[in-house]
C-alpha cells in the first residue's frame, strides 16, 4: 500500500518538482502557547465553507429558483427527496455557524494582534471574506422564497436605499426593481451561487497562501522568549490530525442539529400580504438592526436611519484598517486600548443581539 | 230672537226622546242624532259613549253648549274632523295616558301608539303627508268596542276583513312594497287555522296573533314576531299550553321537541337563519309551503339530492303503498336528531330494522348491515389515517400534502351518508371505496413519514457510533504520535519523504 | 527478550489502532457518502408540483370553465365567467366543509354533498349553505393568474 503510494509521489514529483513544496510544507509548526486553541478557528471556518460548497451544490441539484417553484422545490427536497431533509438543514445551519466561527476567528486574530505587519493583507482579505459571509448569508436566505425572507430582504434592502445619493440605485441594483419580486430572487440566486462563490475563492486562495508563506502568527510574548523557550508542533501531522478531529466532531454535531432543530421552511411569501408582527432578521445582523432601533428619528439635521448607517459604515472601514492604525502593535508593543476597543466592540455585539432577540 | 227659538225648541224635544239614551253632558250627540248622522249612530254603541266620552272628547269643543257656535268654537278646542295623523293623536290624548286611563277605571296599556310609531305602520304613507296607518284604521271611528266584544273589527273573526282591507288589494300594496304577496288570505283558508276561524272559531290563530296588532315589524326585522328565530317561540304561545289547546285532538310537544332538534339548535342557539323555523316547513299562510303538495314532502325543499335520490329508490314505492310519509318515518318531523351512523344498519338503534328483519324483507336487511358495515369501515380508516397524521406532524415531519388530501375521504364520507338514501347497495359502495382509497393512501404516506423519523434517528445513532469509534482511534492516535515524536525526536511525518 | 516481547506488543498495539483508525474512516466514510449517494437518486415522484398562488395562464383557462387550486392548504376555485372575467372563491363549502365545483350545465358552483348552490358571486342561493363563499383577490398579469387572499 504505502509502495503504492511512494511511486505515485515518484511520477508526479518527476514531473512537477514537489520536493520543495514537500520540504517546506514539513517545516511548517505551530506555536503552543496559552492561547493556541484559538487557532483551530480560521480551519473550522475553512471546513464549514466546503460543507457550504459541498451542499449548495447538491441542492442546486434540485432547488428551482423563480417565485412559482422555489418555495415548492424546497418544499420537495425535505419530503421527497432522500436525505434532502439533511441536506437542506446541514446547509442551513451551517451558515449561521459559519459566520460565527468567522467572527471568533476574527475576534480572537484582533485580540492576538496578529494583523500586525507583516500580515496586513492577511487581515484584509479576511475582512473582505467576512463581508462576503454576510453577503452570502443575506442572498441566501431569500432563495427558499418564505414569507420570513421575503420581508426581512424588503427591510434589509429598504434600509440600503436610505444611504444618501447613492442608496436608492443601489437598492433598485439589489432589487432587480422597485420593489421586492421574482426578479430580486433571481439576482440573489445569481450572487449567492455565482458571484460571491468566484470573489470569495479569490480572496480565500491570497488569504491561504499567506498564512502558508509567512507561516502562523506568534503572540508577542512568544517573540520574547527564546528560541529554546518556545513550544511548538509540526503542523504535518500533529496540528492537521487534530483539525481534522474537530472537523470530525463539528460534522457530527451538524448532523445532530439537522435531525433534532430540522430548519423551518414556513409559509411561502405573499406580496400582497401584510408582513408578519415583529419581523426581524437573522442573529447576525441583529445588532444592527437594534441599533438602528435605538437611534431617534432625527439627529440635529440628519435623518437617523442614515445617520445609524453611516455610522456602521465607518465603524466597519475602521476595523478592517486597524493594521494600519494600530501604531503601536506593528513595532511590537502591547496596546492596552486595542484590546478595550475590540472588548467594547464584542460585549456591543453580544448585548445588542441578545436585546434584539429577547425584544 | 226669532230664529232662536224654534231651534232652542226642536232641540229640546228630539233631546228630549233620546234623553235615556245620551247622559245629559253630550249635546254634540243629541244635536247630531236628530240630523241623522251616520256617525252619531254608531257612537251610541261605543264604548266610550258607555264610559261617558262625549263627542267633544276627541272632536274638542263644549259638550254641554246647545249652542252651535259655542259648541263647535275654536275657542272651545273644538278640532273639526281629525285628519291623518291628527285622529291617533287625538286618541293618544286619553290612550297614551295612564293617569287618565285610571280614572276611567281602564286596565289597557297605553303604549299603543308608541308601538304604532315604531311599527312597520309607523312610516310614511305614499301621499307623504301622514303615516300609513292611525288607530281608526283598524278600530274604526265612532263605533268603537272593546276587541273582545263580536263587533269589533279587531275581534279574532274579523281580524281578517280588517287586515285585508289593504292588504289584499294589490294595486294599493304595490305603491309600498310590490314584493309582497297580496293572497295571504286564500292561502290562510286553506289551513287549519283559516278554516276553523271561517268557521267561527276565535281561539285560532289570525293575522294578529302572529303579527302582533300595534307593533307589526316586517318579517325580516329581527324584532319582529315573525322573524325567523322568534317564530317557533311565536307559534308555541298557543301551541305549547296544554291548557289552550285542551279542545284540540293535537299534541303541545312540538316546539320542545323542535328546539333540542338540529333544526332547532340551528336557528335557535346558533342564529342560523337557513335553518327552518315552523313556516318553513307548514308554511306561512298556508297548509303548507307554496309548490309543496304535502307536508311529508317538503323536506326536499332543501335537502334536494336526499329526496332525488329516494324518488327513485324502491322506499318510494312501499312508502306510498303504505301511505308513510317520506322523511318522516325515519327522522321524525319535529326532533330531528343529528343523522349519523348509528340511524342505518340493523342494530336496536337503526331504522332500518323497523321494518327489515332477517326473515321479514331479508333483502333490505342485508343491504342496511353492509352499507352500516362499509360506512363504519370508512370511518375507521378516515380516523386512523387523521391520527397517523397528526402524529407525523407531531414530529415535525412534512406531510402538508398528505393532510390536504384528507379533505377527499372527509368528503366521501359526507357523499355516502347522502348517497344512503338511494338504498342501493352498489351506488353506496362505489362512493365508500373512493374514500377508503383516499384514506389508505394518505395512512401509507403518514406511515412512511413516521418510519422515516425513526430511520433518521436510528440513522444518526450509527453515524455518531462511527464517528465515534474514528474520533476515539484518530486521538489516541495522535497522542501515540506525539508520545513517539517527544521520545524518538525524529520526524515521524506520515508523507512520503526521500531519503537523503 | 523482554524488550522484544514488548516491542511486539507495542507493534501489535499500534497494529491494533491502526485497523481501528483505518475501519473507523471506513466506515464513517460510508457514513458520510451514503447520503450524499442517495441524495443524487432522482426521487419517484419526480419532480415539484406548481401548487402556488399563481393559479395558470389565462389561455390555459376558457370561459365558463371553473378549476381547483391548492392555496397553501387550502382548495380555492378558480372561475372565468361568460364575460372572461376571473374569480376565486374558497372552494370549501360553509356548510360542511366540502370541496365544491364549477358546474358549466347550471352556470354555478355546486357542491356535491348535500346540493348546494353558489352563484357566480359567491353567495348561496340554493340548499343547505349558510354563509357565501368568502371571495378571494384575482390578479391577471400579462399571461399569468394570481389569487391572493383579499385584504
Known amino acids: ?359 | 230672537m226669532n230664529r232662536l227659538v224654534p231651534k232652542i225648541a226642536y232641540t229640546l224635544a228630539i233631546g228630549f226622546c233620546f234623553a235615556v239614551r245620551a247622559p245629559a253632558d253630550d249635546k254634540c250627540l243629541t244635536c247630531h242624532q236628530s240630523l241623522g248622522d251616520k256617525a252619531s249612530e254608531l257612537f251610541m254603541r261605543d264604548v266610550h259613549h258607555t264610559r261617558g266620552v262625549t263627542c267633544a272628547g276627541c272632536h274638542g269643543g263644549d259638550a254641554k253648549s246647545e249652542e252651535m257656535e259655542q259648541a263647535m268654537s275654536k275657542g272651545a278646542g273644538f278640532i273639526g274632523v281629525p285628519k291623518g295623523d291628527g285622529i291617533s293623536k287625538a286618541c293618544a290624548e286619553c290612550h297614551s295616558n295612564p293617569e287618565r286611563m285610571r280614572r276611567y277605571g281602564s286596565k289597557l296599556p297605553t303604549n299603543q301608539l308608541e308601538q304604532l310609531q315604531a311599527s312597520v305602520h309607523g312610516n310614511l304613507a305614499t301621499s307623504g303627508k301622514e303615516h300609513i296607518a292611525r288607530c281608526t284604521t283598524c278600530h274604526n271611528a265612532h263605533g268603537i268596542v272593546s276587541v273582545k266584544d263580536r263587533a269589533s273589527p279587531v275581534f279574532p273573526l274579523n281580524v281578517v276583513k280588517t287586515c285585508t282591507k289593504c292588504h289584499a288589494d294589490a294595486a294599493f300594496m304595490r305603491t309600498y312594497n310590490p314584493s309582497l304577496p297580496v293572497d295571504q288570505l286564500e292561502k290562510y283558508r286553506t289551513s287549519v287555522h283559516g278554516s276553523r276561524n271561517a268557521k267561527g272559531d276565535p281561539k285560532v290563530a289570525e293575522c294578529a296573533s302572529c303579527h302582533g296588532s300595534h307593533d307589526i315589524r316586517s318579517a325580516k326585522d329581527v324584532k319582529s314576531a315573525v322573524f325567523a328565530s322568534n317564530l317557533p317561540s311565536t307559534c308555541s304561545t298557543c301551541h305549547s299550553s296544554a291548557e289552550y289547546m285542551k279542545e284540540y285532538t293535537i299534541p303541545t310537544d312540538q316546539f320542545e321537541k323542535f328546539s333540542k332538534s338540529v333544526h332547532g339548535v340551528a336557528l335557535l342557539r346558533k342564529h342560523d337563519l337557513a335553518a327552518p323555523a315552523c313556516n318553513a316547513c307548514h308554511g306561512n299562510h298556508g297548509a303548507t309551503p307554496p309548490g309543496v303538495a304535502s307536508i311529508s314532502k317538503v323536506c326536499g325543499s332543501c335537502h334536494a339530492l336526499n329526496a332525488d335520490l329516494f324518488s327513485s329508490s324502491p322506499h318510494k314505492k312501499a312508502f306510498d303503498e303504505r301511505n308513510l310519509p317520506e322523511c318522516e318515518t325515519c327522522h321524525g318531523n319535529h326532533e330531528i336528531i343529528v343523522a349519523t351512523n348509528k340511524l342505518l344498519g340493523v342494530s336496536s338503534e337503526a331504522v332500518c330494522s323497523r321494518c327489515h328483519g332477517e326473515t321479514q324483507n331479508p333483502k333490505g336487511y342485508a343491504t342496511a348491515r353492509t352499507m352500516r358495515a362499509l360506512i363504519d369501515s370508512l370511518e375507521v380508516d378516515e380516523k386512523r389515517a387523521a391520527t397517523l397524521v397528526e402524529e407525523a406532524e407531531q414530529k415535525g415531519m412534512e406531510i402538508s400534502e398528505a393532510k390536504y388530501k384528507l379533505r377527499d375521504a372527509r368528503q366521501a364520507r359526507l357523499e355516502s351518508r347522502t348517497m344512503v338514501h338511494a338504498f342501493d347497495e352498489e351506488r353506496f359502495r362505489e362512493v365508500v371505496s373512493k374514500g377508503m382509497d383516499v384514506a389508505s393512501f394518505v395512512s401509507d404516506e403518514a406511515t412512511r413519514a413516521l418510519d422515516e423519523y425513526v430511520f433518521r434517528r436510528i440513522g444518526l445513532g450509527i453515524a455518531t457510533l462511527a464517528m465515534s469509534v474514528l474520533a476515539v482511534s484518530l486521538y489516541v492516535f495522535i497522542r501515540r504520535l506525539e508520545r513517539r515524536q517527544s521520545m524518538g525526536g525524529k520526524m515521524s511525518s506520515s508523507l512520503p519523504h526521500r531519503k537523503p | 527478550m523482554n524488550g522484544f516481547s514488548t516491542d511486539n506488543f507495542q507493534q501489535s498495539k499500534r497494529d491494533f489502532l491502526k485497523y481501528f483508525l483505518g475501519g473507523g474512516v471506513l466506515v464513517w466514510l460510508a457514513a458520510v457518502l451514503y447520503p450524499i449517494l442517495a441524495y443524487l437518486k432522482p426521487p419517484k415522484e419526480g419532480d415539484v408540483e406548481v401548487t402556488s398562488v399563481k393559479a395558470g395562464k389565462v389561455s390555459a383557462m376558457e370561459k365558463e370553465t371553473g378549476t381547483i387550486v391548492r392555496f397553501g392548504n387550502k382548495p380555492v376555485i378558480l372561475v372565468r365567467t361568460s364575460a372572461g372575467e376571473f374569480r376565486a372563491f374558497t372552494a370549501t363549502c360553509t356548510h360542511l366543509d366540502c370541496t365544491v365545483q364549477f358546474r358549466k350545465d347550471m352556470g354555478l358552483i355546486w357542491c356535491a354533498c348535500h346540493n348546494g348552490k353558489y352563484d357566480l358571486n359567491g353567495r348561496n342561493v340554493a340548499g343547505p349553505p349558510p354563509r357565501p363563499l368568502d371571495e378571494y383577490r384575482v390578479i391577471v398579469q400579462g399571461e399569468d393568474i394570481f389569487i391572493s387572499r383579499k385584504a
Open chain 1, 1 to 359: 500500500m504505502i509502495r503504492f503510494w511512494k511511486r505515485f509521489y515518484d511520477w508526479v514529483d518527476e514531473r512537477v518538482q514537489l520536493s520543495g513544496l514537500v520540504e517546506f510544507m514539513g517545516k511548517k509548526y505551530v506555536p503552543v502557547h496559552r492561547h493556541s486553541i484559538w487557532y483551530y478557528f480560521g480551519g473550522v471556518s475553512l471546513f464549514l465553507f466546503i460543507i457550504q460548497v459541498v451542499t449548495g451544490i447538491l441542492l442546486l441539484l434540485y432547488y428551482k429558483g423563480g417565485e412559482e417553484l422555489a418555495f415548492e422545490s424546497i418544499q420537495f427536497i425535505m419530503s421527497k427527496v432522500q436525505f434532502g431533509w439533511l441536506i437542506r438543514s446541514i446547509h442551513s445551519w451551517t451558515a449561521n455557524l459559519f459566520i460565527l466561527a468567522a467572527m471568533i476567528h476574527m475576534f480572537s486574530v484582533y485580540f492576538e494582534k496578529a494583523y500586525r505587519k507583516p500580515r496586513e493583507f492577511t487581515w484584509i482579505t479576511g475582512m473582505l471574506m467576512f463581508f462576503l459571509a454576510l453577503g452570502f448569508g443575506f442572498s441566501g436566505y431569500l432563495l427558499p422564497w418564505n414569507e420570513l425572507a421575503f420581508f426581512a430582504t424588503k427591510v434589509g434592502t429598504d434600509i440600503a436605499g436610505v444611504i444618501p445619493v447613492i442608496g436608492k440605485p443601489i437598492m433598485v441594483f439589489l432589487r432587480g426593481g422597485e420593489e421586492v419580486t421574482g426578479a430580486t430572487l433571481s439576482r440573489f440566486f445569481g450572487f449567492h451561487v455565482a458571484v460571491f462563490p468566484g470573489i470569495f475563492t479569490v480572496f480565500l486562495g491570497i488569504h491561504l497562501l499567506l498564512v502558508q508563506r509567512q507561516g502562523m502568527s506568534e503572540p508577542l510574548e512568544f517573540e520574547n522568549e527564546s528560541t529554546a523557550e518556545r513550544k511548538t508542533m509540526p503542523f504535518f501531522p500533529n496540528f492537521l490530525l487534530r483539525d481534522l478531529l474537530f472537523w470530525l466532531i463539528v460534522l457530527n454535531l451538524l448532523a445532530i442539529l439537522a435531525v433534532f432543530f430540522p430548519w423551518e421552511l414556513g409559509k411561502k411569501a405573499d406580496a400582497f400580504a401584510p408582513a408578519p408582527a415583529g419581523i426581524k432578521p437573522e442573529w447576525y445582523f441583529l445588532f444592527m438592526f437594534q441599533t438602528l432601533k435605538y437611534i431617534p428619528g432625527t439627529v440635529l439635521v440628519f435623518d437617523g436611519e442614515v445617520l445609524g448607517i453611516l455610522l456602521f459604515s465607518l465603524a466597519g472601514l475602521l476595523w478592517t484598517l486597524v493594521p494600519f492604525w494600530d501604531r503601536k502593535s506593528s513595532r511590537g508593543e502591547k496596546s492596552r486600548s486595542i484590546n478595550y476597543i475590540g472588548l467594547f466592540v464584542v460585549l456591543y455585539i453580544i448585548i445588542l443581539t441578545i436585546i434584539g432577540w429577547v425584544a
